[in-house]
């Protein structure tokens, strides 16, 4: 009888998997294909075409790979379930993505083994000598760097010291701000589900910024809170189950004009440094000046300072609509859209 009951156990065994097998091949064949991930915040692999040649070079079985993972059923749960299991495991410190106290995701320190932080340094600093006009950079520190006292047990370090003090060394033809210990007196300079600094950290580093300057910064005192803002960090680390983050505005500057131009796009003028129509959707960070684009220019006549030129990337948004009052014109480029010479550009300008 024992002997019996084993033989069920595992016959029961198998067959539940093989019907789990079964079910979840049919639905990946039969489910109709998502094309994008709310949660992830990005598009996802269709389908792949078949061709002889795709078949004969491997490609096609790359791409099978890939769709069947993008569009494996129930994707989001399984993905919310490893992550769970992995923290209850002890295995968070060893993940890319940190789960920390307070609710605060942060991503683990990452490794430059190319040296493209230093190469980029240089390149900025050679550029800077060659243009010959008064140049400056800012660096924003890791969220992980920020907020040490919320990292895991046995978290990897993070390289913010040594970076900054290379940084310092490297731009000699550049004014290096290093605003680290005001950011750190602003305890919600960080979003909890994302890495972009909060509109109360980018103010801090306006009034950094303002005073290492010697100019007079805005009041910005009367932000409004909307609700319900996950960012790229959640849509990373699987822990659908952690409280969105709000996402502040305030009262920008009142007679202003934003003019976007995208490659092989008419521009489009807009009058405010805000886009509320994303504030509809899950991702509100493009509420500041509508994300990324090739070069944005902003004109306000009542700002007391002249005219500024940031090459940035999306870290700078909120940080440049705090900026719109304090210049009449800024143009922003974003170098991994921009395809026209910057110095010329300059020269132009």
């Known amino acids: 009888r024992r002997l019996t009951m084993k033989k069920l156990q595992n016959w029961l065994c198998t067959a539940v998997f093989v019907v789990f097998c079964l079910t979840m091949t049919a639905l990946l064949l039969f489910w109709p294909n998502r094309e994008y991930s709310e949660n992830e915040k990005r598009y996802l692999a269709q389908h792949p075409e078949f061709s002889l040649s795709a078949f004969l070079h491997g490609d096609l079985q790359k791409s099978l790979e890939t769709w069947t993972a993008d569009q494996f059923p129930l994707r989001d749960k399984f993905v919310g379930m490893n992550a769970y299991w992995t923290l209850a495991s002890g295995r968070n410190a060893a993940q890319d993505i940190y789960y920390c106290k307070d609710g605060y995701l942060i991503n683990a320190p990452k490794t430059d083994e190319n040296g493209n932080f230093e190469t980029n340094l240089a390149r900025f600093n050679d550029f800077a000598a060659d243009c010959g006009i ?25 390289r913010d010291d040594a970076l900054f003090a290379g940084a310092k060394d490297t731009l000699t033809h550049v004014t290096f701000y290093d605003f680290r210990d005001e950011l750190k007196q602003e305890p919600e300079a960080c ?16 009034n950094a910024y303002c005073s290492a300057r010697g100019i007079d910064a805005q009041e910005h005192n009367m932000f409004t809170v909307h609700h319900g803002f996950y960012g790229t ?55 500041y000046l509508d994300g990324n684009h090739s070069l944005v220019q902003i004109e306000n006549p009542d700002a007391p300072e002249g005219t500024l030129l940031i090459l940035k990337d999306s870290y700078a948004h909120c940080f440049t609509a705090f ?27």
């Open 233 to 287: 960090t959640w849509s990373g680390s699987g822990y659908w189950g952690v409280k969105p983050d709000k996402i502040l505005t305030w009262h920008g500057p009142e007679n202003v004009t934003v003019t976007i131009t995208d490659s092989g796009e008419p521009p489009v003028v807009h009058d405010s440094v805000f886009f509320p129509e994303h504030l509809e959707e899950m991702d509100k960070y493009p509420v």
């Open 191 to 206: 979003y909890r589900t994302d890495h972009h600094l909060t509109a109360r950290g980018n103010r801090a580093l306006y």
């Open 323 to 349: 900026l719109a009052e304090q210049f009449r014109t800024i143009y922003m480029i974003d170098l991994r859209y921009y395809r026209d010479s910057v110095s010329e550009f300059i020269s132009a300008h």
């Open 134 to 158: 008064p140049a400056e950079m800012i660096l924003v520190p890791s969220t992980g760097y920020l907020n040490e006292s919320r990292l895991p047990a046995g978290h990897l370090p993070y």
